[in-house]
Nanobody, 120 residues
Framework: QVQLVESGGGSVQPGGSLRLSCAASGGIATIYTMGWHRQAPGKQRELVAVIISGGSTNYADSVKGRFTISRDNTKNTMYLQMNSLKPEDTAVYYC??????????????WGQGTQVTVSS
């Protein structure tokens, strides 16, 4: 069973920075996509950024130029560097991974979420 553990959330003032981490473990053979999603109160969960195994990335328009997604394949870990944070970035951030287990099964796993609050 593939498990994802997020860390790095917290509270920050507008204009500040945070770095989120997501570590994957548990019978992983390959990780194809790694991505961050977020859900604000009363809103639907939305994609923030995604990075595939070859290193290609894609970002939501609202975070382009401010957020950077990266991954360390040797550690099965993904990061989200968030700069110039705005109050509208306030949400619970979830990581999501897809790939294949050591048994050859396709998996899609979500982390438990980490709160990011941007407020003065």
């Amino acid at each position: 069973q593939v498990q994802l553990v997020e860390s790095g959330g917290g509270s920050v003032q507008p204009g500040g920075s945070l770095r989120l981490s997501c570590a994957a473990s548990g019978g992983i053979a390959t990780i194809y996509t790694m991505g961050w999603h977020r859900q604000a109160p009363g809103k639907q969960r939305e994609l923030v950024a995604v990075i595939i195994s070859g290193g290609s990335t894609n970002y939501a328009d609202s975070v382009k130029g401010r957020f950077t997604i990266s991954r360390d394949n040797t550690k099965n870990t993904m990061y989200l560097q968030m700069n110039s944070l705005k109050p509208e970035d306030t949400a619970v951030y979830y990581c999501k991974c897809t790939g294949f287990t050591t048994y050859g099964n396709l998996y899609e796993s979500w982390g438990q979420g980490t709160q990011v609050t941007v407020s003065s």
